[in-house]
């Protein structure tokens, strides 16, 4: 009797494994699945119920699951990724601009003009204004100045800002609102830039431009939030599901819960608190706040600082001086005592801490403060982060694994070659070439790398930074090689950029129990040439089950 009730019980258990429990809402198969799982890194198919994976593994397994309302996508052999996280965003802001004008293609001052004039024709508004304009479109490499904009728009304020925000240009009517025409002290790091006839040239350094942009209409609180969502529906459009927001308040992140509340968030959005100069240790009780305050997509833990600016206009600290200005090595927003005090005091709470380093001189000061937070407040599991790092020190290349800091940077930063129109290799010269833009020197130092856009500083395609990191080349004979395999890359932007935000046991893996953050491209990428990957684009997108993009 006793032998039949085990048999019975063995029976039993043989049909719980054969018969699933649960059935799957979304099943794929005939895929090649990158699971970014280092345990079972390949399979063909997967389930999906609610807003979890169910299965990964083969066709005929994940078919157990299908019910008589599962859905049942055939890949087709194309490539199943988890969902892209890109780890260095700035949605909000970048929404709310995308009522400008877009500049980002533009290449001349006669490209510019056409664009500006397009755009005040069709916008109502007084103010003209334009983001995401690259350095150097004069053919000579001089600056923009309010002249050139004059001659453009001479009776109605511009103002334009440079692809990577440190820079902006108004012309004079602009300026003279805000008073900035006959120039005005904006402190050690920002800077009215005058001309020799004792008049501003218009352009202007960081927070310079500040004055003229907060003269810009503000948008409604429902403007805001349609921006929002097409930003956001624009994202999963590409196959992101996650990304971490690099600048942020208590008011932001309920912005975005508002949106997830209209069910409208397809984005699970990393929020931090920005910490500005002159900052007082209590203030940091709001990123507490934040963290508390998260919801399910939307989550807060983190604090965001600025250590320097960036090498184009020389506002990014150097630790040797920058080439052609002897004796001038840049500037820092925090002497290294205020931002240590700062950064005991986050450190403290338990929050991560995010610092923007272009400079090896601001990566250097960093990275000694956190090795001072580490000894007084002892070892923690924190992952400091470190976003940028386009030059980094010899000295600091082990530091990084030796203090567990992660080294978020984004590919698409990297200028392609030297000679093109991007100033960035003039700045730091030839010498420093070989420690500019270092992922894999990184890497094979331990470092923890996690890969990202800066959108709107580059496009928020993962494509195009997956094409730059698989295509970069040393920039003279005799520097090491910084391109990065496709592997190495995709796990850039999926598994290791969880582990960048603590998150690596829920997302950023295909395995069961995980949260369904999916996207299917348009062909196997493994098969596609590295000098054609921009040609792949996402197809269709789930982010916690739910299809956010879809193609098929």
Request: charged share 25%; proline share 5%; glycine share 8%.
């Amino acid at each position: 009797m006793l032998v039949g009730a085990y048999r019975n019980h063995r029976s039993i258990l043989n049909a719980a494994i054969i018969q699933p429990m649960t059935y799957a809402n979304l099943i794929i198969t005939n895929a090649k699945v990158f699971t970014a799982d280092k345990n079972q890194p390949r399979a063909k198919a997967i389930a999906i119920q609610g807003n979890r994976i169910l299965f990964v593994g083969n066709n005929a397994n994940a078919e157990s699951f299908r019910g008589t309302n599962t859905r049942v996508i055939d890949a087709q052999g194309r490539t199943v990724t988890p969902g892209f996280i890109d780890s260095h965003f700035h949605l909000l802001n970048g929404a709310k601009e995308l009522r400008f004008a877009q500049l980002q293609d533009v290449r001349s001052l006669e490209m510019l003009r056409g664009e500006l004039l397009r755009y005040a024709e069709s916008n109502q508004g007084e103010w003209v204004a334009g983001i995401g304009l690259v350095y150097g479109i004069l053919p000579d490499g001089s600056s923009l100045t309010r002249q050139h904009l004059d001659e453009v728009i001479p009776d109605r304020p511009v103002f334009l800002v440079a692809y990577d925000g440190h820079t902006s240009w108004a012309n004079t009517e602009a300026l003279r609102r805000a008073g900035l025409l006959h120039g005005r002290d904006m402190g050690d790091f920002s800077k009215v830039v005058m001309g020799d006839d004792g008049l501003a040239t218009g352009e202007l350094h960081e927070e310079a431009g500040s004055p003229v942009e907060n003269l810009i209409p503000a948008i409604t609180e429902e403007e805001q939030l349609e921006l929002l969502a097409r930003a956001v529906k624009t994202a999963a459009g590409y196959g992101l599901t996650s990304v971490h927001n690099m600048n942020g308040d208590l008011k932001d992140l309920h912005v975005y819960q508002k949106l997830e509340a209209r069910g409208e968030m397809f984005l699970r959005v990393y929020v931090p608190l920005r910490v500005e100069p002159g900052t007082k240790p209590p203030a940091l009780s709001e990123a507490v706040e934040m963290r508390s305050a998260s919801s399910n997509k939307v989550r807060g833990g983190l604090v965001k600082f600025f250590m320097d600016g960036v090498i184009e206009t020389y506002t990014g600290l150097l630790l040797d001086d920058y080439e052609g200005r002897p004796g001038f090595r840049g500037t820092a927003q925090f002497e290294p005592e205020d931002f240590t005090e700062l950064a005991l005091t986050a450190d403290q709470h338990g929050l991560q801490i995010a610092v923007h380093c272009t400079g090896d001189g601001a990566v250097r000061r960093v990275l000694d403060s956190y090795e001072i937070i580490r000894k007084q407040n002892g070892p923690r599991d924190s992952r400091h982060r470190i976003e940028h790092i386009e030059l980094v020190g010899d000295m600091d290349v082990p530091r990084f694994a030796e203090l567990g800091v992660i080294a978020a940077m984004q590919p698409s930063h990297s200028p392609t070659e030297v000679g093109s129109f991007d100033p960035w290799p003039v700045r730091v010269g030839p010498a420093r070439y070989r420690r500019s833009f270092a992922w894999q020197t990184l890497r094979e130092a331990g470092a923890h790398l996690s890969f990202g856009s800066d959108w709107t500083v580059a496009d928020m395609n993962p494509m195009t930074g997956i094409h730059a990191a698989l295509n970069r080349t040393p920039w003279q004979e005799g520097d090491p090689n910084q391109s990065q395999t496709l592997e190495a890359t995709l796990l850039g932007y999926t598994r290791d950029a969880a582990y960048a935000e603590h998150m690596e046991h829920e997302k950023g893996i295909l395995k069961a129990g995980y949260l369904a953050d999916v996207v299917i491209l348009s062909e196997d990428i493994f098969q596609t040439p590295k000098e054609e990957m921009l040609r792949v684009k996402a197809v269709l997108t789930i982010c916690d089950g739910e299809i956010t993009h879809n193609l098929l």
